[in-house]
């Protein structure tokens, strides 16, 4: 008898663990990931130049200096 008791005992902690573990299971495919906020981007400022016109040669090359 006292065989008996045990091989009962140790079936429902292993029913009891294979439940817990399904549950757990369960859990982790059901809870979805948060996703990271993303930070707002701040662009530098960029100076902004006048537009410069260059002289130009006769066959189209810019004369810069």
């Given at each position: 008898?006292?065989?008996?008791?045990?091989?009962?005992?140790?079936?429902?902690?292993?029913?009891?663990?294979?439940?817990?573990?399904?549950?757990?299971?369960?859990?982790?495919q059901?809870?979805?990931?948060?996703?990271?906020?993303?930070?707002?981007?701040?662009?530098?400022?960029?100076?902004?130049?006048?537009?410069?016109a260059?002289?130009?040669?006769?066959?189209?090359?810019?004369?810069?200096?």
């Amino acid at each position: 008898e006292r065989c008996d008791k045990l091989a009962k005992r140790a079936a429902d902690e292993g029913i009891r663990a294979a439940a817990a573990a399904h549950q757990l299971k369960e859990a982790e495919q059901t809870e979805k990931a948060i996703p990271v906020p993303v930070a707002p981007v701040n662009r530098p400022l960029v100076q902004v130049r006048e537009k410069v016109a260059y002289d130009a040669e006769e066959d189209g090359q810019l004369r810069l200096c």
